[in-house]
């Protein structure tokens, strides 16, 4: 029996005193987080929910959220995270979908209101009763007329409260995709991969790398839950929280050297992140001290990290960035670039201690690990299915062994290659284009920022590619003169049609670039 929530107590009790949270320059202590947390459960449970139940959170970077996440888990009910950039159909998709029986979410983020989005999707389902608003002070009014807040739904609730025990199989989360190819999967994690992964990946890290980390993005992915909620509260260290926006908007338009301000003025050690957050700190470091930069490790996840980039970032910054590789299906961990490895350039590092690997051909047959082929994982953090689509889990979920659908290879020395999506590849005429391979070189361009690939109808081969790239100075380039360089670099028929220059690319809520709105 298990419950990370337990994690929380814990630290409250050996270090009350330890800031678990920097929010807008203020500390907030394991034991204030604490003491909200558990009044949060005995007033969940004093309105009827516990074990069973699924409670959704939706919420920006703020205590509240941390304060609610953990709140939901002692009662025993299921975390339902949910996207605060959905739409009110997709909340509605989503709160129907996992059949959530409460909900708290946030009020709005500057210009953006998301409190009434997510009101009208709840009005438009039978299954929500009740909706409880997190505003920026954990113990502030609600903000929304005629719902109630934290603070009312903590109100004279005590502060200890006897923190429900799992059994390994229950439910403990419900992870929804991010939406990069435009269909939403909610995913169900129980508590016992939830204490596997946390066993698996806390001891990758030397404890000063990591201990004070830098949130960036929103909580609601499994990377982020993982390295910004479970691994720090288990270890007792602190996260910054910043007010993250859409990432395009993040990237685009805020101040960059608020953000650098924030690391460098609260000490951030640890930064896990997309490689497009890491090229977007590059491109704004002009002014920033190597001697400044108080970070020692970033990981890299999500999308494939250039080479090119991994350097620049050691040499600029003298900060090691190291590639990692996982799925919210695996509880985001499944291999780490180690620095006792040496660099390994283009190898997104090697399977975890505790996990198993295999390559298989079309038809499932094994083949050695230095082949191309199918890769496959085993691992005692796995997600249980996919809500409500058994089909999808039974042909994803086969035997035990999770079907990535990614192309892989391995080194002799063991490190691991994602080369493709299987059902990436773009098909024009006889010629195959591989949409990872083009983005990979465009991002080698000195001119190029970010790039992205996908496939456009064609009057007569069906299919072509298409490129969009931002890049890191306007007209540094023209599409024509790129597109040129690019075909000279590609063997014939594998470059895209066409590159479209942008001055952004759409992202998803966890900095992902969201291909399905490029065409």
Not at 21 to 41: E, G, L, M, N
Not at 129 to 135: F, R, S, V
Not at 204 to 215: G, K, Q, T, Y
Request: glycine fraction near 8%.
């Amino acid at each position: 029996m298990t419950n990370a929530a337990f994690y929380l107590e814990a630290t409250a009790l050996r270090s009350p005193d330890a800031t678990a949270v920097i929010f807008r320059d203020r500390p907030y202590s394991y034991s204030q987080i604490h003491r909200w947390a558990t009044k949060a459960a005995a007033g969940l449970t004093a309105q009827g929910y516990g074990p069973g139940d699924r409670i959704a959170l939706c919420c920006n970077n703020r205590p509240s959220f941390l304060i609610a996440y953990f709140g939901i888990l002692m009662t025993g009910a299921t975390v339902v995270n949910l996207l605060w950039t959905s739409t009110e159909q997709d909340f509605a998709f989503m709160l129907e979908d996992s059949e959530v029986d409460a909900f708290l979410c946030f009020d709005n983020y500057g210009d953006d209101p998301v409190a009434p989005r997510a009101i009208a999707a709840m009005r438009r389902v039978s299954c929500v009763k009740q909706l409880w608003i997190l505003p920026v002070d954990p113990e502030g009014a609600s903000t929304v007329i005629g719902f109630p807040s934290l603070a009312d739904l903590m109100k004279d609730q005590p502060e200890r409260f006897p923190i429900h025990h799992f059994e390994r199989e229950d439910a403990a989360l419900v992870v929804y995709t991010s939406g990069s190819t435009g269909k939403q999967k909610g995913l169900e994690i129980s508590a016992g991969a939830v204490a596997e992964v946390v066993n698996l990946t806390v001891p990758l890290f030397e404890i000063d790398h990591c201990r004070v980390r830098l949130s960036i993005f929103t909580m609601e992915c499994m990377m982020s839950q993982l390295f910004l909620i479970l691994q720090p509260v288990f270890l007792g260290q602190s996260v910054i929280y910043l007010e993250c926006e859409n990432p395009e908007t993040l990237i685009d338009k805020k101040n960059p050297g608020a953000v650098w301000q924030n690391i460098i003025d609260h000490g951030a050690t640890f930064i896990v992140a997309v490689p497009s957050f890491y090229r977007w700190l590059l491109d704004h470091a002009d002014g920033v001290r190597k001697e400044q930069v108080p970070l020692k490790l970033c990981i890299s996840g999500g999308a494939a990290l250039p080479a090119a980039w991994e350097r620049e970032f050691r040499e600029r910054l003298g900060v090691q960035l190291r590639a990692g590789y996982g799925a919210s299906e695996t509880c985001a961990a499944l291999a780490w670039s180690w620095p006792s490895g040496g660099q390994h350039e283009g190898y997104t590092g090697k399977i975890l201690p505790g996990i198993e690997a295999r390559i298989v051909d079309d038809n499932d047959n094994d083949l050695a690990l230095t082949d191309r082929g199918h890769l496959l994982v085993r691992s005692p953090a796995m997600m249980t299915r996919y809500i409500n689509r058994p089909d999808l889990t039974a042909t994803t979920m086969k035997d035990g062994w999770y079907h990535t659908r990614d192309i892989a290879t391995f080194s002799s020395d063991g490190y691991l290659k994602i080369i493709g999506r299987m059902d990436s590849r773009i098909t024009r005429g006889n010629e195959h284009i591989v949409p990872e391979v083009v983005e990979s070189l465009l991002q080698r361009h000195p001119a190029v920022s970010l790039a992205a690939v996908v496939a456009v109808p064609h009057p007569t081969y069906g299919q072509d590619g298409k490129a969009f790239v931002t890049l890191k100075q306007k007209k540094a380039i023209d599409a024509q003169a790129l597109l040129d360089w690019l075909r000279g670099e590609l063997p014939v028929g594998q470059a895209p049609g066409q590159i479209e220059i942008r001055d952004a690319l759409p992202m998803t809520n966890t900095g992902k670039i969201a291909r399905h709105m490029l065409s």
